[in-house]
Each structure stands twice: as structure tokens, then as C-alpha cells.
């Protein structure tokens, strides 16, 4: 078996304390930290009129953040793909690539990563058979990625710019079983939501695994498993500050959406017995607390689902305690510091 890989997965937070142009900034320089810690990849997300992510335009923010790290590798965690024509992810992604060679990733969902309303707003399509045309536009990407329109197709007539370069590696996101199913049958990268799924992540990779078909882009599978953690230098300060991600949970779970909390106001919240309750059962999705605590839960974790990576988000107030978090866990993990 191969070490395992740590990498970053980022949503941009949006906090009672910072604007959503702040978290971006914060967002580079979360990526400048763990590019000197070692980290492997840095994904950036899509969502839209969130209250609570800052992050629209991964392309954007790859360019950004590729452009202010060294080694890492930055790409889209994920470029939800019925929001866009194919044809522009094509080239924004050949671009990146051009510009930062071997540097970059282009994971792709399914979902989304917003409400009805806004999804008129982006002009998706959502009537009819038309509704879920993810597989028309995962194979149109790849064939304009890869300039390979059959003869006779009208679209061989168009380039994707630049033309020199190819797509960089595609990684299927999934919350559930299709994505593992897709992913394996086409040969790709497999990355799994396990932060917020419901489908149990080890059958969603023992799918993936078992059936995966070497292809082109992979001779064996590539398995990321996404997970949340709060790591401090003691379980009992990680445990007060994981309360900002309790609360950010809680209020999912209710349809709601706002900035996140400072631990000291999501305490002083004046919740229910059992609301505090419920919140407390979904701390399971969460590693929290000391290095050694959550390096262990996270190792167990990855050695259970059988993966080859851990991507961590982690919904820390602070933004200087978010960094000290990935410190933390770079270390107890071992990673090689530049």
C-alpha cells in the first residue's frame, strides 16, 4: 500500500467576522500554509447563494491559488458540471493547465451546489428527460478535452483553447453509489463525500474498487475520501471549537444557511434539549479534537473505506486556528514540510 495522501478540500467560510471577499483572501493564504506543509491537493468548490461559502468560480480561484503555491496540486472539488457548457470547462480547464502544467485537477459533480431558484438563475436546464444530462456532458467535455469528436461529428470542427494541451485529470465526485459505479466504469478518479453522504462510504468504494476498468487517464483506481476535522493542541479546545461546525451542520439539516458562528455564540445559542441532542449525535460525522485523537479516527477511517487519500475540510471560526488545525494534523500525519 501506498502512504496515505492528505489533501485540502475549501469552501471559502464565510464567518460572522469576515466577508465573503475576506474568506476568499483567506483562501489563498490557507493554500500558501499547506503548500509548505505538504499537503497534496487543494480543491476548491462550487456553490451558489450560500450565505456560508464565498466560492462561485473554481476556475477562478484555481488560477489564484495555483499562481500563489509551489508543489501542490489545486483543482475543482467540484465543477458541477450541468451549471456549465462543456465547451468552457474544456478551455478554462486546457488553460489552467497550460499555464500550470501537471499541477492541476479537475474533479466534476452531479449535484447542483445550490436551490431551485438559483439554478433558473445559472440557465440550467431542468425540464423534462433533460433534467439529469450529466453523462451527455461528462463525454462532451472529455471529447473536447481530448479532441475526440468522431468523423462527422459537427462539434470536431471546434477546438477547445489552447489545443496543445490535454485535459488535466478528471476525478468523479459522489455522495452516493452512481459516481462510484461512473467513475469505475470510465476508468477515473473517485472522490467521496463522506463529510455529508448518507450512502455509507465503504460500499461506495468497495463499488468503485471492484469494478474499476483501467482506462487512459488511470491503470488503477484512485480513491479520495472527504472528510471534516478540528484538530487543537487538546481534545477539550477542539471540542469547543468544533461547536461552529455543529451548529453549521445543524442548521443544513434545517434548510438554513448562514454565516458561520463563533463557538462562544453557537454555545449560547438558545436551543432545545433536543436540538443540543442532535447536535451532538451528528458530531460522528466530524474528527475532532487532539492529533493523536484525530489521527487515529482518520486512519481508521481511511483503512475501513479502503482509500488511498483523506481530504479535509474543516469549518473552524478562526481563520488562524483553521491553519494551526492543518499544522497540526501535517505533523502527526508526517508530511514532508518544504
Known amino acids: ?63 489564484q491559488v495555483a499562481a500563489a503555491t509551489a508543489r501542490i496540486r489545486v ?25 500550470f502544467p501537471g499541477r ?10 445550490t436551490d431551485q431558484l438559483t439554478m433558473a438563475a445559472l440557465r440550467r436546464r431542468m425540464e423534462g428527460a433533460e433534467a439529469d444530462d450529466f453523462l451527455e456532458r461528462l463525454h462532451e467535455l472529455i471529447a473536447f478535452g481530448t479532441d475526440g469528436f468522431p468523423e462527422g461529428h459537427p462539434f470536431r470542427r471546434v477546438s477547445a483553447m489552447p489545443d496543445d494541451v490535454t485535459l488535466p485529470p478528471i476525478t468523479i465526485l459522489g455522495s452516493s453509489n452512481y459516481g462510484a459505479h461512473l467513475a469505475a466504469a470510465m476508468g477515473l478518479g473517485y472522490a467521496f463525500a463522506h463529510h455529508f453522504a448518507s450512502y455509507p462510504a465503504d460500499q461506495a468504494m468497495k463499488i468503485y474498487r471492484d469494478k474499476f476498468q483501467p482506462s487512459v487517464w488511470l491503470d488503477r483506481p484512485h ?64 474528527a475532532v479534537g487532539s492529533p493523536a485523537t ?18 479535509v475540510t474543516s469549518n473552524i471560526f478562526d481563520h488562524a486556528l483553521r491553519k494551526r488545525s492543518y499544522a497540526l494534523l501535517a505533523d502527526a500525519f508526517g508530511l514532508e514540510e518544504a
Open 223 to 286: 480513491a479520495i475520501l472527504g472528510v471534516s476535522a478540528v484538530c487543537a493542541p487538546s481534545d477539550e479546545e477542539a471540542d469547543f471549537l468544533a461547536a461552529t461546525a455543529d451548529l453549521a451542520w445543524f442548521r443544513i439539516m434545517r434548510g438554513e444557511r448562514a454565516p458561520l458562528a463563533s463557538p462562544e455564540n453557537a454555545l449560547a445559542l438558545d436551543l432545545t434539549a433536543t436540538e443540543r441532542e442532535q447536535m451532538r449525535r451528528d458530531r460522528g460525522r466530524h
Open 75 to 99: 483543482g475543482s472539488g467540484g465543477i458541477m458540471l450541468p451549471n456549465h457548457a462543456p465547451l468552457t470547462v474544456a478551455e478554462n480547464f486546457r488553460t489552467l493547465e497550460a499555464l
Open 104 to 113: 492541476i485537477d479537475l474533479g466534476l459533480g452531479r449535484a447542483p451546489g
Open 1 to 63: 500500500m501506498m502512504p496515505l495522501a492528505l489533501s485540502v478540500l475549501d469552501l471559502s467560510p464565510v464567518t460572522t467576522a469576515a466577508p465573503p471577499s475576506q474568506s476568499l483572501r483567506n483562501s489563498i493564504d490557507l493554500a500558501r500554509h499547506v503548500d509548505r506543509l505538504g499537503y497534496a491537493r487543494y480543491w476548491l468548490a462550487e456553490h451558489h447563494n450560500l450565505a456560508n461559502v464565498a466560492t462561485t468560480s473554481p476556475a477562478i480561484m484555481i488560477g
Open 294 to 311: 484525530v489521527k487515529a479516527r482518520l486512519e481508521e477511517l481511511a483503512a475501513h473505506c479502503q482509500v488511498d487519500e483523506l481530504m
